[in-house]
């Protein structure tokens, strides 16, 4: 489905713009499904409102309990991409997740690899974020640390603000040099956005976010993770108690309720 440079530049990269993937007819209907998880958030709510009074509505695992967000992870040509971009013959659904800041809400998504946050090993773990807005630098565009995903390296998760869930210190995790402080020592990658555009990147890809500073334009992200062949459980200390799965143990296959299986090849 994909050309050959792209699969290319998200192995080498760990992260690649898909532009217009995503048709209108989606981006209008999880755009609806937005509007009612702000109206009604579930049990795995993390938004909250800033000291400057502005809104972040973060949520997930919110594909349980909204057709349209089901749907999404499961019809949506996502499964099939993430298959041809890991290369994988099988994919399951890991989770869903909002990140909606509102005009405004200028606080940043701290730099991180998502994989520590996660109770999964193995390398075919990848998400796609995508935009519900026109995206750019000042409203908060998405960053990543070239090929960092190769890296190796753990980075302990911590609060993405101030209240936020606690993590326990994950077994050889380390913390997240200032990447902020050193940019130019880095290889940053970002891209633009129009709605329907989408970012797949690798779950041990180093990524952060500005914030929003426009107070003309919301920034809705929506992104879902899905897993290859290689991925098991972990149930060892440092991952978000609200993605666990209290079915499975350490090294057992992720096919489950919670992690169902969307696509085999
Ligand atoms: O949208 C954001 O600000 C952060 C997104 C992110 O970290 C993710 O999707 O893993």
Same mark, same amino acid.
């Given at each position: 489905?994909?050309?050959?440079?792209?699969?290319?530049?998200?192995?080498?990269?760990?992260?690649?713009?898909?532009?217009? /993937?995503?048709?209108?007819?989606?981006?209008?209907?999880?755009?609806?499904?937005?509007?009612?998880?702000?109206?009604?958030?579930?049990?795995?709510?993390?938004? +909250?409102?800033?000291? *400057?009074? $502005?809104? %972040?509505?973060?949520?997930?695992?919110?594909?349980?309990?909204?057709?349209?967000?089901?749907? +999404?992870?499961?019809?949506?040509?996502?499964?099939?991409?993430?298959?041809?971009?890991?290369?994988?013959?099988?994919?399951?659904? %890991?989770?869903?997740?909002? %990140?909606?800041?509102?005009?405004?809400?200028?606080?940043?998504?701290?730099?991180?690899?998502?994989?520590?946050?996660?109770?999964?090993?193995?390398?075919?773990?990848?998400?796609?974020?995508?935009?519900?807005?026109?995206?750019?630098?000042?409203?908060?565009?998405?960053?990543?640390?070239?090929?960092?995903?190769?890296?190796?390296?753990?980075?302990?998760?911590?609060?993405?603000?101030?209240?936020?869930?606690?993590?326990?210190?994950?077994?050889?995790?380390?913390?997240?040099?200032?990447?902020?402080?050193?940019?130019?020592? +880095?290889?940053?990658?970002?891209?633009?956005?129009?709605?329907?555009? /989408?970012?797949? %990147?690798?779950?041990?890809? /180093?990524?952060?976010?500005?914030?929003?500073?426009?107070?003309?334009?919301? $920034?809705?992200?929506? &992104? /879902?993770?899905?897993?290859?062949?290689?991925?098991?459980?972990?149930?060892?200390?440092?991952?978000?108690?609200?993605?666990? *799965?209290?079915?499975?143990? &350490?090294?057992?296959?992720?096919?489950?309720?919670?992690?169902?299986?969307?696509?085999?090849?």
């Amino acid at each position: 489905m994909l050309p050959a440079e792209t699969i290319e530049t998200f192995r080498r990269d760990g992260a690649v713009l898909l532009p217009g /993937v995503i048709s209108g007819d989606w981006v209008a209907r999880v755009r609806e499904a937005i509007e009612r998880d702000i109206a009604e958030p579930g049990p795995f709510c993390h938004g +909250y409102t800033l000291e *400057n009074g $502005r809104r %972040f509505h973060g949520n997930m695992r919110i594909w349980e309990n909204d057709p349209t967000f089901h749907d +999404y992870c499961f019809d949506s040509p996502l499964p099939a991409l993430a298959a041809d971009l890991m290369g994988a013959s099988r994919i399951t659904l %890991f989770y869903d997740q909002l %990140f909606v800041k509102e005009e405004g809400s200028d606080h940043p998504t701290r730099w991180h690899n998502d994989q520590p946050y996660w109770p999964v090993r193995g390398r075919q773990v990848m998400s796609f974020w995508l935009a519900l807005d026109e995206v750019t630098t000042d409203s908060g565009r998405l960053e990543f640390v070239a090929s960092s995903h190769n890296w190796e390296r753990w980075f302990q998760p911590e609060p993405f603000a101030p209240g936020g869930a606690e993590y326990e210190r994950g077994e050889n995790y380390e913390d997240i040099p200032d990447i902020d402080a050193d940019r130019d020592a +880095y290889n940053l990658i970002g891209w633009d956005m129009q709605p329907g555009d /989408v970012i797949a %990147f690798h779950a041990m890809a /180093v990524h952060g976010a500005g914030g929003n500073h426009r107070l003309d334009r919301r $920034r809705r992200g929506y &992104t /879902v993770r899905y897993c290859g062949d290689d991925a098991t459980y972990f149930g060892g200390p440092g991952p978000n108690a609200g993605l666990r *799965n209290p079915n499975l143990n &350490t090294g057992d296959d992720l096919a489950s309720d919670q992690y169902p299986v969307v696509w085999t090849r």
